[in-house]
């Protein structure tokens, strides 16, 4: 139990502080925009960068991984669309940003700060780093040509790639994972100064990351919508994760790929739930108060999940 807390808490204690803060007036929400600005579009596109610049792709690819994470997350999104539609009577749009709630999961600011303190660096993250080196453009390509063909309403199809492309690769995160794969194919380095100044903006990544996002938080309280949230939360903590586990144990990969998998899987929704909302301007309340609900209720489902992985 001890060993769990200590993996645990200083994740969403530093949520906590951002939270804090942002609730005593310490920092003004521009603040707090200007961080998550710095740690979404500078900081965790530098540490993607970095880590898939230097993985061995070859020698850490494995095709379950991928399929152990990515079921479960194209189920969710499934799951989400079609019961905001048919169960909720959402509009279309609504829907889609619904479906993405239960379709993106939080893989870096959480899922990369868990499986770090709860496994260590290096081997130990390589499949996280195989799973977030997709997961923006994958979630994103999902999200966006589902809330085009939503939108279209005679639009050419021939207009739908275009729009999608276009979308995905003003997303920072997609740049700095694109760049990344690159740096890696070319086989390229970084002199040291450079390296050395890259090194000190990923040191602040994540920490800026998880305080940054306790501050947005704040911001968007829960405010009705209390049964589709609830649904959203579900399929985050308990039908992801328990389809990962699943196709995981079947296919055999290893246990630190099952570990990083699984724990990804389990993490609440991530802040560009409300991103991808907010850009549609659909479905604000419900993105945001799911990301602050989920959030708080992963300090259990992240625990149980931590008991009984190997």
């Known amino acids: 139990m001890q060993a769990l807390l200590d993996v645990i808490l200083p994740v969403f204690l530093v949520i906590g502080a951002g939270y804090g803060a942002s609730w005593r007036g310490w920092l003004t929400q521009d603040a707090i925009d200007g961080i998550m600005a710095f740690a979404s579009n500078i900081a965790i596109p530098a540490l993607l960068f970095k880590a ?3 993985l061995e792709l070859g020698g850490a690819f494995d095709p379950w991984i991928l399929i152990s994470f990515y079921a479960g997350s194209l189920t969710c999104f499934f799951i989400g669309l079609f019961a905001a539609r048919h169960l909720f009577h959402r509009p279309w749009e609504d829907s889609v940003a619904i479906g993405f709630c239960c379709l993106f999961a939080n893989s870096v600011m959480l899922g990369l700060a868990v499986t770090e303190r ?3 660096t290096g081997a130990a993250l390589e499949a996280n780093y195989m799973i977030v080196a997709l997961h923006s453009p994958f979630c994103y390509g999902i999200g966006i040509t589902a809330m085009e063909i939503a939108r279209a309403r005679g639009t050419p199809a ?4 275009g729009k999608v492309l276009r979308a995905m690769f003003r997303n920072a995160l997609v740049i700095g994972i694109t760049l990344g794969v690159l740096a890696n194919l070319a086989n390229l380095s970084l002199p040291t100064p450079a390296n050395t100044a890259l090194n000190m903006i990923v040191t602040a990544a994540l920490p800026a990351a998880l305080f940054g996002t306790g501050g947005v938080l704040y911001r968007y309280r829960p405010d009705g919508d209390l049964r589709v949230i609830a649904m959203i939360c579900t399929c985050a903590l308990i039908i992801h994760p328990s389809i990962a586990w699943t196709i995981g144990s079947l296919t055999g990969i290893s246990t630190n790929a099952f570990r990083s998998v699984v724990l990804t899987a389990s993490m ?8 991808f909302a907010n850009m549609y301007g659909v479905a604000r309340r419900v993105a945001a108060s799911s990301v602050l609900i989920a959030t708080s209720l992963s300090v259990v489902s992240v625990w149980f ?3 009984v992985l190997p």
């Open 268 to 275: 609440a929704p991530g802040i560009n739930t409300y991103i």
């Open 305 to 307: 999940w931590l008991s």
């Open 158 to 161: 021939r207009a739908l790639p």
């Open 118 to 120: 709860a496994f260590g």
């Open 52 to 54: 898939i610049s230097s």
